[in-house]
């Protein structure tokens, strides 16, 4: 219902260099992009974007049951700091355009 059936290639690092994964090596048939949404896939979003909306993080760790210190939760700020970074960036270059 979406719209998100359309082929998606997924692709895989091996020995340092992206290779196709098939849904069917045989017939080389890719999967659908709605194949690999998942749970994780939507937790993982909605833990982004709270943090990217500016929820503070312990906030989030109890909406998406972390605990305090945990290890899997920092990959999670990873996206956000990624998120962060390139906000930083933008801010710099205007700065720079204004001075």
């Not at 997924?10 to 090596?25: D, I, L, Q, S």
């Amino acid at each position: 219902m979406a719209g998100w059936d359309h082929a998606f290639t997924k692709t895989r690092m091996r020995r340092g260099k992206p290779v196709e994964v098939y849904k069917n090596a045989q017939k080389r048939e890719h999967y659908r992009f709605c194949d690999l949404i998942t749970t994780h896939t939507m937790r993982r979003t909605a833990i982004t974007t709270l943090l990217s909306l500016g929820m503070d993080e312990p906030s989030v760790r109890k909406i998406s049951g972390h605990a305090p210190g945990s290890v899997e939760f920092y990959k999670y700020v990873k996206y956000h700091q990624q998120n962060l970074d390139e906000k930083t960036d933008l801010a710099f270059e205007k700065l720079q355009k204004m001075g």
